[in-house]
């Protein structure tokens, strides 16, 4: 795991990316990768899988929950997620894999705009982990 989380990091970093939070393949994240991410990463953008609405109360950034806008889901849920995310002002992390055809321009300014509609403040992964978590928890600050 040293390796693998490690050297994918350096590789990126040497290539002029600044990597500080890690998008596990396949949604295969797992108390097992808790062990190691912390070392090299502030947060996991897809820890736990099945929902798109984290509390800010409580956030922890190794444990963001996250789900898909366009694919994997309907209209509805969408749109039923945002409006609790607006009411009740929690976070919500969206995904999608832009190899998919149903993933587009169109479909992105759609989800775009029903987030202005309800006037929800779009920010970051790293963004929310900096104002949302603990410091003394994340990656970077033992660096």
């Known amino acids: 795991m040293h390796e693998t989380l490690g050297d994918s990091k ?6 002029g990316y ?3 939070t890690l998008l596990a393949p396949y949604d ?3 108390g097992y990768s808790d062990l190691f991410v912390p070392e090299y990463y502030d947060g996991v953008a897809n820890a736990r899988h099945g929902s798109r609405i984290n509390d800010p109360a409580e956030y922890n ?15 509805t849920a969408v749109k ?17 894999h832009t190899v998919k ?3 587009n321009e169109d479909s992105i300014r759609q989800i775009l705009e029903w987030v202005e509609e309800r006037e929800i403040e ?3 992964l790293r963004e929310a982990i900096s104002i949302y978590a603990d410091e003394s928890e994340t990656a970077t600050s033992h660096h």
């Open 10 to 15: 350096d590789t990126l970093e040497e290539m």
């Open 18 to 20: 600044d990597v500080s």
């Open 28 to 30: 295969a994240y797992s």
């Open 61 to 75: 950034p190794y444990e963001t929950k996250r789900d898909y806008f366009i694919e994997f889901t309907t209209e």
């Open 80 to 96: 039923r997620d945002l409006d609790e995310i607006a009411e009740e002002a929690l976070l919500g992390v969206f995904g999608a």
């Open 101 to 103: 055809k149903k993933v």
């Open 122 to 124: 779009v920010l970051t």
